[in-house]
């Protein structure tokens, strides 16, 4: 199959302006080579016509008016000029007779030549009486005959005229004819060419920039780790082999994910057994169970059970995670109480968060019967979002807990697909407010992805391996809800996250 490939479709459509661009200046040449032969034969043929035309009246005019002096006076001076205007004339004929391009004409000039001779013939037999003594004067004698045929003569004179002034109105008419049609047609293919050019502009953008914008959207996507998204490729040009690279490099990425998933999985799984080993050690030698331990070895080995402890818990994340990435997170639904589940997280956060002089209080808004719940696992939602409140309020802050019961329709859904809680009548919303450094809001949807964390380690003091909101989310959603953070008007910022209360799954 020929590609379709872009630099084709430029050049066919650049070919096709070129080609309206050449056929209208083809198109111009060619009606203004026109007006010009039409010009050429008015300016060489016709108006020299007519001006002869009207000169050949004016001898005839000088002849008739010589001759009648001449038969008057007998002067000679007269009859040298009639003859020269009598030769002036017969030129003049022949040039009109040699310059005639309408056969139409040739009768008329016949007919002029015949009158002539007529009235020359007339003229010479006058001619010849002069100085005569004649009873009848020789001007008298051909008198009727001779103004007959001159009436004649001018009235062929006036009629070639007219009929070559009537040929150069015509020509006139033609050639304003011809630059009306011509400045017509010129305009049509103007507006075609500009035509063709908006929509070949229109749609080769259109081209091109809808299958940018396609991959843009599926970057951004791949960017926030949707790995399993891939482009629809339905053209075979150079987008579309983009298109295929694109979705190429995701296979890569995804496999590439995969085997660090599975990496972490298996190193996680098998640092599981020696850390507990060494936490048992360490239990033990705290219990002085292996022999005296020194009060600054017993120092140092709390420091080494709080760091195990800490390691064992990121293990135990980064398991859940690989889990929930291979669809293997179990879940035990029971009736719960949700309320005993907040409080039990806020009694065992309560410690640490007094140690910061962060005061935690519990806002009960409704009293909410059991619900079909992961006890353990959404008592791991509560202590990871209590852990980060506390993680990043700083000291003399307060974290707040709220629990209401809210209408399927004013809930937002920012994770959740919308036909997963199209049979949910009401919900319940569990939120954790703290008045901490908060999050930027470019980073509200971001932080639930797993490893992502903002910008301010350190600032919390507590280091985290950023799995806990992943983690959160995951179980959540599992759960039929959604979760998502919103900042507080003052400061710091509040999680929500929503659980199906009143619902209908029939
Ligand atoms: N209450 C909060 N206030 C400000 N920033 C927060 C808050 N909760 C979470 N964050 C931000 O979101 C990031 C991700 O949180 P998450 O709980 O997933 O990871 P972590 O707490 O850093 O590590 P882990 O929970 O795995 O120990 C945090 O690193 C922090 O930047
Ligand atoms: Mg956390």
Redesign the pocket.
């Known amino acids: 199959m020929i590609k379709n490939s872009l630099w084709k479709r430029i050049l066919f459509g650049y070919i096709a302006i070129v080609l309206f661009m050449l056929a209208m200046s083809f198109y111009l040449i060619f009606r203004l080579n026109y007006l010009n032969k039409v010009t050429d034969s008015i300016m060489r043929a016709d108006i020299p016509f007519v001006e002869n035309g009207e000169k050949l009246l004016d001898s005839l005019l000088e002849q008739i008016r010589n001759e009648k002096k001449y038969i008057i006076t007998n002067d000679n001076a007269f009859l040298d000029l009639f003859g020269q205007k009598r030769r002036e004339f017969q030129e003049r004929l022949k040039y009109l007779e040699e310059s005639i391009a309408n056969r139409e004409k040739e009768p008329l000039i016949n007919q002029i030549k015949e009158l002539h001779k007529k009235y020359l013939s007339m003229v010479s037999k006058e001619i010849i009486l002069v100085g005569k003594e004649e009873i009848i004067p020789p001007h008298t004698r051909y008198e009727d005959e001779k103004k007959k045929t001159l009436d004649q003569l001018t009235e062929a004179i006036n009629k070639l005229i007219l009929t070559t002034q009537t040929e150069l109105i015509k020509k006139i008419g033609l050639f304003q004819e011809i630059g009306y049609k011509s400045a017509k047609i010129s305009l049509v293919i103007i507006l075609f060419a500009v035509l063709f050019g908006a929509f070949f502009a229109y749609f080769f953008t259109r081209s091109i920039c809808a299958p940018v914008r396609i991959l843009k959207d599926a970057t951004e996507r791949i960017a926030h780790g949707d790995l399993d998204y891939r482009i629809e490729v339905t053209s075979n040009d150079e987008i579309g082999t983009l298109g295929t690279a694109f979705n190429q490099m995701c296979n890569k990425l995804k496999e590439m994910d995969q085997m660090k998933t599975d990496f972490v999985s298996n190193v996680s799984h098998n640092l599981k057994t020696p850390l507990t080993v060494i936490r048992e050690a360490n239990d033990l030698l705290l219990e002085k169970i292996a022999g005296p331990v020194s009060d600054s070895q017993v120092k140092l080995l709390n420091i080494t059970k709080e760091e195990t402890l800490r390691l064992t ?2 293990i135990n ?1 980064l398991l859940d995670i690989s889990r929930i990435e291979a669809g293997l997170m179990r879940y035990n639904f029971q009736y719960s109480d949700i309320q005993d589940i907040i409080r039990k997280s806020a009694d065992e956060i309560r410690f640490l968060a007094e140690s910061k002089h962060i005061h935690v209080q519990w806002i009960n808004g409704a009293f909410i019967p059991k619900i079909l719940l992961d006890r353990d696992k959404i008592a791991q939602v509560m202590d ?2 209590l ?3 506390i ?3 700083p000291s003399g802050g307060s974290i707040t807990m709220t629990l209401t019961e809210v209408d399927s329709k004013n809930v937002p859904h920012f994770f959740a697909e919308q036909n997963r809680l199209n049979n949910v009548h009401s919900f319940v919303r569990v939120s ?1 407010s ?1 008045t ?4 930027p809001v470019e ?1 509200h949807k971001m ?2 992805d ?1 490893f ?6 350190g600032k ?1 003091g ?11 989310k995951h179980i959540v959603l599992d759960h039929g809800g959604d979760i998502w ?1 919103e900042n507080n008007d003052g400061k ?2 509040t ?1 929500h996250f929503t659980l199906p209360f009143r619902y209908d799954y029939s």
Do not use: E
């Open positions: 818990m990121m994340d990871n979002l852990s980060n409140a993680k990043f309020t954790i703290d901490g450094i908060g999050i980073c932080i639930f797993k992502q964390q903002v910008n301010n380690k919390g507590m280091k985290g391996t950023g799995l806990g909101l992943s983690i959160a953070v710091g910022s999680f």
